[in-house]
């Protein structure tokens, strides 16, 4: 199937892509969360939830294998370097007890992806020490096996976890495609400069396309 993605029409088959969402996850999209409590305007990321659900819906009846992500940690600790915990607001750190739990702790509630959004039994979940989701994680062997060659990309932040893994999975070999409306980050201007970054200089990192745009291409791929 092709879709008008930009900065040029990117032929995806659906047979050879995947689905992966970042770190859709209470302490960085629901109010009272960590990411609320630094200060930041969660309902930008909120906002970004129905467009995603239905994306992940689309990839779903269409057979597209759906993995999540979640940027968390061991309770010890013992998988975030200093260099990352020691950086960021002294007032609150991962590890430290937080509104939802302690902050970035695997199996606490604010680690938890939104309710809207949960897996369903047989979806991949991989919980990532990262920015990037295959650093420290078994993505790679895990798409190796699927066989993937495409992937689609949605989640939070878009210039961080976003980018950061859309660029990984770049020089891995996959094409990744970014769904433009259910990707956000809480500084407007940096996901504007992400998406650009990423179609620059004819795709160098990827393409962006709309997700009502995605839906249609597999719809008609469907028919
Ligand atoms: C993600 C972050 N998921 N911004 N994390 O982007 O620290």
């Known amino acids: 199937m092709r879709i008008a993605a930009q900065p040029f029409p990117l ?61 968390c940690h061991k309770p010890d600790l013992s998988d975030c370097p200093p260099a990352k915990r020691l950086r960021g607001a002294p007032s609150l750190r991962i590890g430290d007890a937080g509104p939802m739990g302690r902050v970035l702790i695997a199996g606490e509630p604010g680690a938890e992806i939104v309710p809207d959004l949960a897996p369903i039994p047989g979806e991949k979940v991989i919980d990532k020490p990262g920015k990037g989701a295959f650093y420290a994680t078994d993505l790679g062997p895990y798409l190796a096996c699927l066989g993937t060659k495409t992937l689609i990309f949605a989640g939070v932040t878009t210039e961080v976890c976003v980018q950061t893994t859309m660029r990984e999975a770049n020089d891995r070999g996959f094409d990744g495609l970014l769904a433009e409306d259910a990707t956000e980050s809480y500084f407007p201007e940096f996901k504007q400069a992400a998406l650009q970054m990423i179609r620059a200089q004819g795709a160098i990192v990827g393409w962006t396309a709309p997700v009502a745009t995605i839906l249609t291409a597999l719809d008609m791929a469907d028919a």
């Open 11 to 71: 032929d995806l088959d659906p047979a050879t892509a995947a689905l992966i969402v970042i770190d859709m996850q209470r302490d960085f999209i629901e109010p009272g969360g960590f990411g609320a409590s630094l200060g930041n305007d969660v309902t930008r990321l909120q906002a970004i939830v129905p467009a995603t659900a239905r994306l992940i819906d689309g990839c779903r009846k269409a057979g597209i294998p759906v993995i999540h992500t979640r940027e």
